[in-house]
C-alpha cells in the first residue's frame, strides 16, 4: 500500500534540482484537481506542504497544504492523491506527517472542510476527526468577494431604507399623538 512511498514536509530551502521538481510535481497535482483554485498558485503560498512520492520513479503522488489558522490551530487547505494510488492509505499517511509536525510545533488542532458531495475525502476525514474531546461538524461556505461585498451592501441599503421608513412613521406617529 505505502511501502514504496515517502512522505516528508517540503523544505522551501532546498533549492536542489529534485526538490525543484518534486515541488513542481506537486503543483501540477493541485492544478490538475483544482485548475480554477491553483491556476496562479506557488508551493510557497502554503505554511505546510507534504508531498508523497513514489520511491521507484521518484513521482509525486500526493499532497496536502494547510495554513496557519488561529493561535494553535490550522486548516488543511487541499489533499490530493494521484487517481492511481486513491485507496491505498497514501492519504491517510499525507495526513499523518502533517499532523505529526502540526503537534511537534505546538499546534492543538485542525480544521478540514470539503465539498459535501466529495464523499471519498469527506467520509476519511470523518474517520480520522471524530472521537477527539473537542471534534465538531461545521459547515464552511464559501464565494466569491465580489458578490458576497455586493450581497452585503443590498443588505445595508435595504436595511437603511426599512430604517428611515420606521424612523418617519414614528415621527408621524409622534406628530398625530
Known sequence: MVDNIKVKLLDYSDLSDNNIKRKDQA????KEEFPETHKDTSAEFFEW????EDIKSQTVVGVITAQKYLPRKAVVTDIVVDTTRRGRLVGYKLWEVL???LLD???KSL???TELSNK???NSFKRIASNGPSSQKMIAIFGDLDVMKANCEQRLLEYNMVKRVREKRIKKEQKDT
Not at 503543483?27 to 493541485?30: E, G, Q, Y
Not at 506542504?49 to 508523497?52: G, S, Y
Open 49 to 52: 506542504f507534504v508531498i508523497a
Open 105 to 107: 510545533e505546538g499546534y
Open 120 to 122: 471519498s475525502p469527506l
Open 111 to 113: 480544521i478540514g472542510y
Open 99 to 101: 499532523c505529526t509536525t
Open 27 to 30: 503543483l501540477a497535482l493541485l
